[in-house]
């Protein structure tokens, strides 16, 4: 039964959902908000600018649905665009700003403005339609958390003039669900805090013109944060106190790694931060940067607070917070970043790394960096 249900209610979502524009112009004029029925949107009647270009392929209108599976009880965003004829597709997840999902159609034109349609932000915020040319278009989905390349799906539908129905772009996004829900207090005080020396042992990291190594001045710097949260009252969890191999010499990139995160998520940290050095071909390059993988609420809040403190002590060039996939912050179960706390590669910056004084400025920036997490999260109530 439950089987026959939700293949059932799969079938509806379908019939009901790739129905012609007409149809989800009906649908959207419903917004009491008072029924559980699916959250419809579009921008100016479902219709898109259209450019003038006589016999040209172009973007007609877009629709976009939430649907609950509820046998699963998991959601889904569908988005369908359609063009008066068959287009080319092709999608790739970025993160350099973000969490986006950019959708290549080659073969239709967006018209002559970009496009904006807000969605509800449960697992999109917005998509967002840019004019590559008179031929090509690109579709920008801003996601709510990061995804992985098996979390979505873009395919094509043919057009069918018997059921009037155009052809289709369909875009499916599966809602990530957070595994761990935060409620987070003020203060250091019994907070459990995970901090990572990157690299150590027979993995030395980058190398300055000097000599000086990664793993010297990443763990020097965490045994300081170390000692200043403890005088705060956290607990803290290191990955490693000395100048080992985590998981154990000539491990797998995989086993060292695992070996970093396994330790906070089994003892339930609150935060997950891991310390590095940075390195570039050109010497003159420096500055501090941290990174985030948007996996909660919190992730990218972390980020700010560790990166202003890092800067405001250290004094160098703010490169500013990005999203990015590394294997330690993705795989933590609570909020995570990856601070790269300077360039060893640059010669002034590798003699401030080297100096206890500069070591103790960056343990103070980290530490007033989850000070400052904390409070500002106490203030959001917790949750996800």
């Known amino acids: 039964m439950r089987r026959f249900r939700s293949t059932f209610l799969s079938l509806l979502f379908l019939m009901l959902f790739l129905v012609p524009q007409a149809g989800m ?216 106190k000395t100048d080992v191999d985590v998981f154990g010499p000539n491990a797998s990139a995989v086993d060292e790694l695992n070996a970093r995160t396994l330790g906070a998520n089994n003892n339930k940290a609150d935060v997950f931060v891991s310390l590095h050095i940075n390195a570039f071909t050109s010497p003159s390059v420096g500055g501090t940067a941290t990174y985030y993988y948007q996996k909660s609420n919190y992730d990218i809040l972390l980020a700010n607070c560790i990166q202003d403190n890092l800067v405001k002590t250290g004094g160098l060039q703010d490169r500013g917070i990005n999203a990015a996939g590394f294997y330690v912050i993705k795989k933590t179960k609570m909020p995570s970043v990856l601070a790269e706390l300077g360039f060893i590669s640059n010669p002034d910056e590798e003699k401030l790394l080297s100096t206890p004084q500069f070591q103790q400025k960056l343990a103070q920036g980290i530490v007033q960096g989850l000070d400052d997490f904390f409070v500002q999260a106490a203030k959001r109530g917790g949750g996800l």
């Open 25 to 240: 112009a009906a649908l959207n004029d419903n917004k009491s908000g008072t029924s559980p029925a699916p959250a419809i949107a579009s921008l100016k009647t479902t219709a898109l600018a259209q450019t003038k270009l006589s016999g040209s392929n172009q973007l007609i209108n877009v629709r976009w649905l939430v649907h609950k599976d509820a046998v699963e009880g998991t959601s889904k965003l569908r988005l369908v665009i359609d063009t008066k004829d068959a287009v080319k597709v092709s999608s790739k997840l970025d993160g350099t700003t973000g969490s986006q999902l950019v959708v290549d159609i080659n073969g239709a034109a967006v018209g002559n403005v970009n496009n904006l349609v807000n969605l509800d932000g449960k697992i999109a915020d917005k998509v967002r339609f840019i004019k590559k040319d008179n031929s090509n278009s690109q579709v920008i989905v801003d996601l709510s958390t990061m995804i992985e390349d098996s979390d979505y799906k873009v395919f094509t539908l043919k057009s069918d003039a018997i059921n009037n129905k155009t052809f289709r772009v369909v875009i499916d996004v599966n809602q990530v669900v957070p595994k761990v829900e935060y409620n987070f207090t003020a203060g250091l005080r019994n907070k459990v805090i995970a901090i990572d020396p990157g690299h150590g042992g027979s993995d030395p990291g980058a190398i300055g013109p000097n000599k000086l190594q990664e793993k010297t001045v990443t763990l020097a710097v965490a045994q300081r944060v170390q000692a200043l949260l403890e005088k705060a009252g956290a607990k803290v969890l290191m990955t490693r």
